[in-house]
């Protein structure tokens, strides 16, 4: 663990090491487990767009609605972010998209005739902003 309590996993999905962070989980560590600002590994690969890295931190046990200290969730950031194939994920796994920050704002996933679209800003804001992006890993 480093200064910040951030786990090995933490840090080797972070750094897209999916061999170590298997590796890592088969010896028992907590793919949900928060570092001292309360954000997991979830909450890092979300924020890049690392659909594979998000898909396989759920399927060992990551929480898509983990709030770090100030309220931001995985899909807060993969939205922010513009990461509409990660944030579409993490809603089919659990993630509130209504969920909101300490600050009242919110960046989240609205379903409207089968389409899906990221709306940023604060609660009243209903307007998306951003092209989805997208990475590799």
Known sequence: ???????????????GHLDLARFLIEQGTNAAAQDQDGRTPL???????????ARFLIEHGANAAAQDEGGSTPLHLASRDGHLDVARFLVEHGANAEAQDQRGSHRSIRHRNGVI???????SSTAPTQQPRTRAG
């Open 1 to 15: 663990m480093d200064r910040r309590w951030r786990t090995p996993l933490y840090q080797a999905a972070e750094r």
């Open 43 to 53: 909450h890092e690969t979300s924020s890049g767009g690392h659909l594979n890295r």
């Open 117 to 123: 679209s990221i709306l940023h800003g604060s609660s």
